[in-house]
């Protein structure tokens, strides 16, 4: 979606809410949903319709973990670091799926069509290790299933 595609999309969300505080956290979701990133554009642009300051709206979209600043790929693999997971080799498999991609743990293909997240915890420790890929759960993971489980998304 263009960015003056989103600022329309963002505009009727304003319209539906109001333009008051209240009206930032719908706009962020609908701006990440719609348009698949917060832009620097995106967010001064909040912050003009919603009379903040920008520093406020960057705030808030850096403290909530489900708004991103940049550009995800089509498929998101979270790979759970938590010591439950730690413990059943998860940090090994992070580091396998970060080198079958060619990329590092935060990071996105060059075709865009993955991004790498270590992320805390999955809420599944009962299957240690787990990965999430987009809302597919994955768990008693080793390497190479872990591996073979990427390789279907290829």
Do not use: W
């Not at 989103?6 to 209240?22: A, F, S, T, W």
């Not at 919603?50 to 979209?61: R, T, W």
């Amino acid at each position: 979606m263009s960015l003056k595609e989103c600022k329309e999309e963002l505009k009727k969300i304003l319209d539906e809410h109001g333009r008051e505080n209240e009206a930032l956290l719908p706009c962020l979701h609908a701006a990440c949903e719609r348009c698949g990133y917060l832009t620097e554009e995106t967010i001064s642009f909040l912050a003009k319709e919603l009379n903040l300051p920008p520093v406020e709206v960057y705030s808030v979209a850096t403290f909530y973990s489900m708004f991103n600043l940049k550009e995800r790929g089509k498929f998101i693999i979270r790979i759970c670091v938590s010591l439950p997971c730690s413990l059943k080799g998860s940090r090994k498999i992070l580091e396998a799926v970060c080198e079958e991609l060619d990329i590092a743990a935060g990071q996105t293909t060059p075709d865009k069509k993955f991004t790498v997240e270590a992320v805390s915890c999955l809420g599944a420790c009962d299957k240690a290790p787990v990965m999430m890929i987009n809302e597919e759960l994955f768990g008693n993971l080793t390497v190479a299933r872990a591996k073979e489980i990427i390789s279907q998304y290829e």
